[in-house]
């Protein structure tokens, strides 16, 4: 296992610059997950570290060795694709031990290592197979037992669950979390799906337009994102966002409400700042305190309802656990607890 | 349900005729190899003839120069089919994956020579071999073909490696193997059908090839078999029995490659409908 640290790595193709500048230190057995939107170069990045994409300018060091200009199969790392790419013309042992037989391991050695890792995902059954006759899940896991019967320096993964349906997708996340557990290897996972991001991360990367907008533990991305965008993508059902003025220790919004800060942050009066708010943080008070909003949509989803209301004319959407909220009428009112604001300024950076 | 059966009756008719149309050129020739001279015209049209010979076989194996076409066809057309083959792999790999620049100013080149009817070309051919000495040799016909066959069956190789996903290449560069070693050990073996499809067409298209062989051979000993067969027309008749119990076995070896490769060639031909 080894750690990877990437400086100022960029990545241009012709004009087109996909990716500014990133600096990112990966820790020896860390799992980063990189997330952002499509087109936001995280695949690229995730690519340039295997070796399949050249660096434009910038440099990766895996264990601290320089390998912009090595060819991916000196860099001594795995990787598990979104399509699986097993080789169909092999079975399922052949696929798992290519690699060790291209680097002309002993025999013994290679029947040891797949039957390992055969047996840590449950493939012992299916190892003469083709890949032809797997179903997805089992294809998955094949590609992950690839993976892992070379003990490499680093685990890379594209997207490797967006094939599966939603409850393997589910239960694939937690094998792969039980087995970085395990091996404690360096890995580094690309997803667009913020929930995965946020159960398998120990560090998060949230990328977007190519440049990496915050770096940080999934907590830290939750309670504090370093701007509009991270506060936007991370959270399901995503944060609401208001715009407002600032004036002295307090926001007004559009319709003249003013809500207290917490704290004051260094802020002009008068400056327009975009005020935001998780739906599962509003407080539906419904004693005519808070503010009036009229509610247009109600989705049970079993585990808490979303709301989704009208706050004078803006969308706005509430989560709660309260099953009464099944019952509402068609006005309520809502609180903002001032310790849950976020607050940006009008260059979508976090001031509060 | 019940469906009318009348629809797949007229289905099947419809199917048998056009087989009887296809086959029935192929069934006269046997008919007429084995009909013996003196029934060949004193018969009238009949199905089969009410005597049958194999004399006319005798005869071209025997006496004929046919032993010498065949053997000169069978390396002509198995060179340009193995030489075009390894040609179209490697263009066609390279014009897959590969960006490079005039990428497609050679597509244009490749596409346009495939524009020009043969005919044209003959002379100017004829021109360019003769002073190196490649007019009536073999070796010149399957430089010939091979340059006429290349551009089509890049293409085709081409599109059966775009049917190959990128990625198999790309994990099989991170389990550790270079470039060539991912294309001989993962591509090469997934290709074997567009191999073999490929090789198939050159082979026919080179086995039956007339005009260059006719233009750019004189005399028997490097005649293929197409201008053989001409030989059995002369001045004053033309020995139908002797020419088609040629062209019978010349078929032989025809049929016996797609024998051989059809296993791969029904897979090469509907490769990439399905996702692996």
């Keep these: 296992m080894a750690s990877i640290q990437i400086e100022k790595l960029e990545k241009s193709y012709g004009h087109v610059s996909v990716l500014h500048g990133v600096d990112l230190n990966i820790e020896d057995g860390e799992f980063i997950v990189l997330v952002g939107p499509s087109g936001c170069g995280k695949s690229t990045l995730l690519r340039m570290i295997a070796g399949l994409e050249d660096v434009s300018r910038g440099e990766i060091r895996i264990a601290g060795n320089r390998v912009n200009d090595l060819h991916p199969k000196d860099r001594d790392i795995a990787m598990v694709f979104q399509s699986y790419a097993l080789y169909p013309h092999m079975t399922v042992a052949q696929n798992m031990s290519y690699s060790l037989r291209l680097r002309k391991i002993a025999k013994e050695k290679i029947a040891a290592a797949v039957s390992a890792a055969a047996s840590k995902l449950g493939l012992d059954p299916l190892l003469e197979r083709r890949p032809k006759a797997l179903s997805g ?14 003990q490499p320096k680093a685990f890379l993964f594209d997207e490797p669950l967006s094939n599966l ?21 360096t890995s580094i996972y ?13 560090r998060i990367v949230a990328m977007h337009g190519g440049v990496v907008q915050q770096v940080g533990s999934p907590l830290e991305l939750y309670d504090r994102p370093a701007n509009l965008f991270v506060a936007g993508f991370i959270g399901s059902p995503g944060m609401n966002f208001l715009a407002a003025t600032y004036s002295a220790g307090s926001v007004i919004l559009a319709n003249g409400t003013r809500i207290a800060l917490e704290t004051v942050p260094a802020l002009a009066p008068g400056e327009s700042v975009t005020l935001g708010i998780r739906p599962e943080h509003v407080v539906v008070v419904n004693d005519g305190s808070g503010m009036q909003a009229t509610v247009e949509l109600v989705e049970p989803t079993g585990f808490g309802i979303i709301l989704h209301l009208s706050l004078h004319g803006l969308p706005f959407k509430v989560f709660t656990l309260d099953r009464g909220a099944l019952n509402y009428g068609s006005q309520i009112s809502v609180r903002f607890p001032s310790q849950y604001l976020h607050l940006f300024d009008s260059s979508e950076e976090r001031v509060a | 349900m019940k469906r009318s059966i009348l629809p797949t009756i007229a289905h099947r008719l419809a199917i048998l005729c056009y087989v009887a149309f296809a086959l029935f050129p192929l069934f006269w020739l046997l008919k007429v190899s084995v009909t013996p001279n003196d029934l060949l015209y004193s018969e009238g049209v009949r199905l089969w003839p009410s005597r049958t010979t194999w ?37 066609g790999y390279a014009l897959s994956r590969f960006s490079f620049r005039a990428k497609y100013v050679i597509i244009a080149l490749m596409l346009l020579t495939q524009m020009f009817p043969l005919v044209m070309l003959v002379a100017p051919i004829f021109k360019i071999l003769s002073p190196l000495g490649l007019t009536n040799s073999l070796t010149g016909l399957v430089i010939v073909y091979t340059a006429f066959n290349v551009p089509f069956a890049t293409f085709l190789m081409q599109s059966f490696f775009d049917g190959i996903p990128k990625d198999l290449e790309e994990a099989a560069m991170i389990d550790g193997a270079t470039k060539f070693i991912a294309f001989r050990q993962i591509i090469l073996p997934l290709t074997l059908p567009g191999i073999a499809a490929t090789l198939g067409f050159v082979f026919t298209a080179a086995w039956s090839e007339l005009l260059f062989a006719l233009m750019l051979i004189n005399g028997n000993a490097a005649a293929t078999f197409p201008v053989g067969l001409l030989t059995f027309v002369s001045k004053f008749s033309v020995d139908f029995g002797q020419m088609m119990a040629a062209g019978i076995m010349a078929l ?25």
Excluded: W
């Design chain 1, 137 to 150: 899940g089992q294809r998955q896991r094949v590609a992950m037992g690839r993976a892992i019967v070379r």
């Design chain 1, 165 to 185: 349906d939603a409850r393997l997708r589910e239960q694939m996340r937690a094998e792969i979390k039980k087995m970085h557990g395990d091996l404690k290897a």
């Design chain 1, 190 to 202: 690309v997803t667009h799906d913020q929930i995965e991001a946020m159960t398998l991360a120990d």
């Design chain 2, 55 to 91: 004399d006319h076989y005798a005869f071209v194996l025997q006496h004929s120069a046919f032993p010498t076409f065949f053997k000169n066809s069978v390396i002509v057309a198995t060179s340009t089919a193995v030489v075009v083959t390894v040609c179209a792999s490697l263009s």
């Design chain 2, 252 to 276: 032989i070896p025809a049929a016996l490659f797609f024998l051989l490769i059809q296993r791969y060639l029904v897979q090469g031909l509907t490769a990439g409908a399905v996702k692996g």
